[in-house]
C-alpha cells in the first residue's frame, strides 16, 4: 500500500463548479497536510496548509482534514479557467525533513 | 516574501559537460532541497541540507554533487549526465525546524543530450 493515494484523474469541470480533490493515507502519525498548486512546466506552489484535523479556508480553497479517516481534502468553490494547474497532496511528521506527496490530479476547469 | 529563485531556467548539456544549478532563499530558512521531477510524477527527494550540514542523500548516483555554501545558497554540481536524468529540477526551502512546511522555486529545466 502506497504511503499517500490520489487520483491522478484528469478532472474536468465546467467554469463555476466545485472541484473537490481528495487525497488518503496510510501513516497515522501525520500531523500536518499540504495542498500545492503546480501549473504545467512550473515549481509547485504552497496552495493550503493545515495541521490536525479540521478546516481551513482561504478564499475560494477550504482545506479539510479528517485524521479519524486518515483522508485530506480540497475545495475550489466557483472554479475559473486560471484553476487549471495540477494538484499535489503532501503530509508530514513534525520535525521531519521528508515530504509525502500524492501523485497529483490534474484539474481542467472548461470555460 | 516566499521566493525561492532558481537559475538557470533551462539547461542543455552534452554528456560530458560539467554544470551546475544554483538557488537562493531569503526567508531565513534553515533547511533546502533539491528534487528531481518527471513529467506527470510528483516531485522526487535528492538531498536535504539542514542547518548547511548533508542530512539526507537518497542514493543519488555521485554525478549529482550539491553544496550549500551558507545558509541562503544551494548548489547543485552536474557531471557527465546521462539522458535518462533529463527532468524538471526544484530546490525547496522550509523553517528547518518543527514545521516542515516546503516553498519551492520555480525549478531548471535541464535536457541532456
Known amino acids: 500500500q502506497k504511503e499517500v493515494e490520489q487520483d491522478p484523474g484528469p478532472l474536468s469541470v465546467p467554469e463555476g463548479a466545485i472541484v473537490s480533490l481528495n487525497c488518503t493515507y496510510s501513516?497515522?502519525?501525520?500531523?500536518?497536510f499540504m495542498w500545492y498548486r503546480q501549473y504545467s512546466r512550473k515549481g509547485p506552489e504552497l496552495l493550503m496548509y493545515?495541521?490536525?484535523?479540521g478546516n481551513k479556508e482561504d478564499g475560494r480553497f477550504t482545506a479539510q482534514v479528517d485524521k479519524s479517516s486518515k483522508y485530506i481534502s480540497l475545495f475550489i468553490r466557483d472554479s475559473q479557467p486560471s484553476d487549471s494547474a495540477t494538484y499535489l497532496c503532501?503530509?508530514?511528521?513534525?520535525?521531519?525533513?521528508?515530504?509525502?506527496f500524492g501523485k497529483g490530479n490534474q484539474v481542467v476547469v472548461i470555460p | 516574501d516566499t521566493e525561492v529563485t532558481q537559475t538557470p531556467k533551462h539547461l542543455v548539456m552534452g554528456m560530458t559537460n560539467k554544470k551546475s544549478l544554483k538557488c537562493e532563499q531569503h526567508m531565513g530558512h534553515r533547511a533546502m532541497y533539491w528534487y528531481k521531477q518527471k513529467a506527470k510524477k510528483p516531485p522526487e527527494l535528492m538531498f536535504v541540507?539542514?542547518?548547511?550540514?548533508?542530512?539526507i542523500n537518497e542514493s543519488v548516483p555521485s554525478r549529482f554533487s550539491p553544496e550549500c555554501p551558507n545558509s541562503s545558497l544551494l548548489n547543485l554540481h552536474l557531471h557527465a549526465l546521462q539522458p535518462e536524468d533529463s527532468a524538471l529540477y526544484l530546490c525547496a526551502s522550509s523553517q528547518g525546524i518543527g514545521v516542515n512546511t516546503q516553498y519551492f522555486g520555480p525549478g531548471t529545466r535541464l535536457l541532456v543530450l
Open positions: 503532501a503530509m508530514s511528521l513534525y520535525g521531519n525533513n521528508r515530504l509525502a
Open positions: 501513516n497515522s502519525a501525520f500531523q500536518y
Open positions: 541540507y539542514s542547518y548547511e550540514k548533508l542530512s
Open positions: 493545515t495541521y490536525s484535523s
